[in-house]
């Protein structure tokens, strides 16, 4: 049976799709429906953190879906508060609400802000200054929030109340804030954007700043959160603790599963009926959110940060040796690659075509977002098929 040709007859064309059918995974590696064997550095786009099929997250699915697979938030249910609490217990905040995608976390943190912010200081504040390169989601909202127009064009008019500014500058923050601004959002590590990380200081600089201006500063860890980088928050690498942060793609082991977390003082804005969603904190979800961070902090984020730090060492030497690679960045297991050329499709299309999957961040910068259980063999392996697929290139 043709899945690629049934799929473009009847899926909504949406995505720019490979032509590969998976059909399964295990640990790092997926396989297609001819049994063909891919290592897989894409993860779901840092969603399959723990890799594919974990022993731990499918025996916690399994047992929740034999009690209940959907509770309404009307009532109460323990996954949802055995997860909330592991969140709360190693992070800043206080407070969690669940939801379902990274979208809907910023969406969330977005509302939280404005109503936060008009209750103490008045109908005024509801500006919300984002980054260029930034990504937050596809909602309108969110949309309205990344700081990239390719991704505006066609959905106008947008949200009001945002502006943009350049990642890493402290005095272009300084001003645009305005008499309306009420926060400011960022990635730590920007993803999809293209891998830049925050520089040293300037997350310290924006929370001195937020701080004197009586502004909301707002995290979003969707895809740098869940040990990707080597710590379970990316911000706990800089000593910088944000009002409210967001989190999704790796926190329920490949179930949709989104979440916003606020100190308690901000937290306080929202009362019953301000925002809800009917299936955020789903409990087999949450059950698996449970799994994902015991495994994360019994050794698995230990093994992201000595993994990347290899990984990171294996593409520096490869850039040494070809000249195509410009630079390359990032931490842990969030590493991007930037060559000298106009776009890296073939890159990604060779890769696969040779067993390693990879993806883009923008059009130069190859992503490289693994499962954090994965192995030095495997990392080598990977490098492996990278160094051959650009001596191909060059000759």
Known sequence: MDYIQMGKEYVMNTYNRYPVVLVKGKGAVVYDEQGNEYLDFVAGIAVNNLGHCHPSVVAAIKGQVENMIHCSNLYWHIPQVELAKLLVENSFGDKVFFCNSGAEANEAAIKLARKYSKKKYGEHKYGIITMQHSFHGRTLGSLTATGQTKYHEGFEPLVEGFKYVPFNDIDALKDAIDENTCAV??????????????DEGYLRKVRELCDEKGLLLIFDEVQC???????????????????IMTLAKAIAGGLPLGAMIATDEVASAFKPGDHASTFGGNPV???AGVAV????????????????????????????????????RGRGLMLGVEFNMQEVAEVVNRAMKKGLLVLSAGHKVVRMVPPLIITKAEVDKAVEILDQVLKEMEV
Do not use: W
């Open 225 to 243: 959160g869940m040990g990707r980088t080597g710590e379970l928050f990316a911000y706990q690498h800089y000593g910088v603790q944000p009002d």
């Open 185 to 198: 959002m960022m990635e730590p590590i920007q993803g999809e954007g293209g891998i830049y990380e925050a």
């Open 285 to 287: 979800a949450c059950a």
């Open 293 to 328: 961070i015991k495994e994360l902090l019994g050794g698995v984020i230990d093994n992201a940060r000595e993994i990347g730090e290899y990984l990171k060492s294996r593409l520096l030497e490869l850039n040494k040796t070809h000249p195509v690679i410009n630079e390359v």
